[in-house]
């Protein structure tokens, strides 16, 4: 999912260098969206990480 993200961004970063503004906001808003999915799944993933931790560890 992060290299989907990469990839909108450069397609927006390019897009907006030749002046196609609305594929640039659109690819921007896509690049956004699938960043912020992987950070969300991220941090959930940590969090869960630190709770089976906690419960592995405490005897």
Avoid: E, H, N, Q
């Avoid at 969300?40 to 560890?57: C, E, K, N, Q, T």
């Amino acid at each position: 999912m992060l290299k989907y993200a990469a990839i909108f961004l450069i397609v927006s970063i390019i897009a907006g260098a030749i002046g196609m503004t609305g594929v640039s906001a659109v690819a921007r808003r896509i690049s956004l969206t699938l960043f912020a999915l992987f950070m969300l799944g991220f941090l959930l993933l940590v969090g869960l990480a630190l709770l089976v931790d906690r419960a592995v560890s405490v005897p």
